[in-house]
């Protein structure tokens, strides 16, 4: 799987999620796919993967796949 296959798969899923912090988070994630601008991402899906543990583990475990994925790749 790709970077944009994972963002994209992120995305659909905060889309599922309610909250303000889930629409701001698939807005960043929207931008990243449509932009392809990383800067900063994989600190911010982490942070948020804590935010959602508890509400939405499915979210949390796909933004920490992300997360992994842009330290892997060195983004």
């Known amino acids: 799987m790709d970077l944009r296959?994972?963002?994209?798969d992120l995305a659909q899923r905060l889309h599922l999620a309610d909250g303000?912090?889930?629409?701001?988070?698939?807005n960043e994630v929207?931008?990243?796919i449509d932009e392809d601008h990383h800067d900063g991402l994989r600190e911010r899906?982490?942070?948020a993967a804590v935010h959602f543990e508890i509400s939405h583990p499915e979210i949390s475990e796909?933004?920490?796949r992300v997360a992994d994925f842009?330290?892997?790749?060195?983004?």
Do not use: I
Request: net charge neutral; glycine share 8%.
């Open 5 to 8: 296959a994972h963002l994209e």
């Open 20 to 26: 303000h912090g889930a629409k701001d988070l698939r």
């Open 30 to 32: 929207q931008r990243a």
């Open 45 to 47: 899906f982490s942070e």
């Open 62 to 64: 796909a933004l920490l």
């Open 70 to 75: 842009l330290s892997a790749s060195g983004l």
